[in-house]
Each structure stands twice: as C-alpha cells, then as structure tokens.
C-alpha cells in the first residue's frame, strides 16, 4: 500500500488542479475567461471541485508538514497581492468558515496546505481568470506564452504588517499537476489562474522569486475584503 504522499500524488493532485481553477481566482468566481487562442472569448465557467483537505500533519515532499519554521511567525497569512503593471490588486484570503468549499469571487486565496511569505515552502495564490481578478494574467500568457510578464514584481502584504516583493522569472502554461510548487522549498511565490471554462482544462501557473521584505504600513497590508459567492 503507497504511502499518504503516494496516495496524495496520485489521487489528489490531479483534482486540486482541476479543481481551484486554482487558477481560478480572479473578482468573481461567476466569471471565468476561457482561454482562446490567439483571443481569449469571456463567458460563464462551470463549477469547480473544491480543494481538498489535506490530513493534519501531512508531511509534504521537500516541505516540513504543516508547521512553520522556528523563526517563521506562526499566525502569518497573505493578506494582499499587487501586480501593478497588469493592474491587479486583490485582498487575499483563506476559505471562510461555513462558506463552503468553492473558491469566492472578488478576492483570491491561499492554498493552506502549502507556505505564507517568508517561509520555506512555496506561497501558492488564486484566483479566477476574470475581470478584476487574474484575467489580466491569463491574457498576457496567451502572447509569446506570458514573455511580457518576465520580470515584472509581485507584492504580496502580509498580516504582520510586512511587504514582500517578487519578481515574476517562470510562465507555466497548461500545467495538470503540483508536484512543483509541493517540492519547492525556495520560497518562491506560485500564482494559479484557470486556463479554460471547466475542470478539464489545465491551469495557469506563473513562478517568481523573492526579492526583498520589509515593514510596511499597516493600513495597506489590510485592504478592505468583500468575498462573495460566485453566480
């Protein structure tokens, strides 16, 4: 009998891709962009599986469970994501309690069984492939497959009161599994958008490094979230 890893691998990896658009999150999981070549065609997306729930204590490949670091603030979580030069600002969130399991629209999400800023394993963030969320990043992936987004710097705010800036280095188009992001102990910044109108296509992954962090004001590392259940 495979291991809880093996069994991860083999069984829950592939529905978590097809389930968050984990590209998915973009300002209203209502919404999705289709992605069409050489144009993206905007129309309604099917539902998506929810993420999985991953068993407490999971040691994940290259990672250290579900615990942080020593030196790493215990109750840290992404709070907000800016790329500024595709006009993304997003609050950042985790599922709420009683909202079930699907994704929300107008906001994007954490993968809570992966990092948070700072830490060693890899901050995985979502959102829809819609207006006012990731489509912009969808869109920019379909020229030169996402050529123009090469270094172009992430700003993910965190609830601590830090700001931790990224630069964009990797365009992963038509990706179907996590391995990746579940390997990395870079700390590198994984960003997911859909790649299509169902869960049988594959997902959207963009991969940047970690440049600096510092102190940030308070009032931006707190924006005004306003999730809400897709149409």
């Known amino acids: 009998m495979g291991s809880i890893v093996d069994r ?3 069984r829950l990896l592939p529905a978590l891709l097809l389930a968050s658009g984990i590209a998915l999150l973009g300002n209203g999981l209502l919404s999705y962009t289709a ?5 993206p ?3 309604a997306l099917e539902t998506y599986a929810p ?11 290259g990672g250290n469970g579900t615990q942080p670091g020593a030196s790493f603030p215990a109750d ?10 595709l006009r993304i ?5 985790a599922q709420p309690p009683n909202s079930g399991t699907f994704p929300l629209c107008d906001v994007a999400m954490y993968f809570t069984a992966l990092g948070q800023p700072g830490e060693t394993r ?11 969320m990731f489509l912009p990043i969808l869109i920019a992936s379909q020229d030169n497959n996402g050529a123009s987004m090469i ?11 830090w700001l931790f800036l990224y630069q964009i280095f990797e365009v992963r188009r038509h990706v179907r599994d996590l391995n990746d992001a579940l390997a990395d102990t870079s700390g590198d910044l994984w960003i997911q958008t859909s790649e299509g109108p169902s869960d049988a296509y594959p997902k959207l992954q963009v991969v940047a490094k970690l440049l600096s962090a510092a102190p940030t004001d308070p009032n931006a590392a707190h924006p005004d979230a306003h999730p809400r259940q897709c149409e």
């Open 151 to 161: 270094g172009d710097v992430v700003q993910v705010y965190t609830s601590d009161d």
């Open 51 to 61: 993420l999985p729930t991953l068993p407490p204590g999971l040691n994940l490949p």
């Open 76 to 85: 840290r979580v992404s709070t907000r994501i800016v790329i500024a030069k």
């Open 122 to 132: 890899s901050p995985y963030i979502y959102a829809h492939a819609r207006v006012g």
């Open 8 to 10: 991860f691998r083999n």
């Open 89 to 93: 600002d997003l609050p950042v969130i």
């Open 41 to 43: 065609v905007a129309q």
């Open 35 to 39: 992605a069409v070549e050489p144009q």
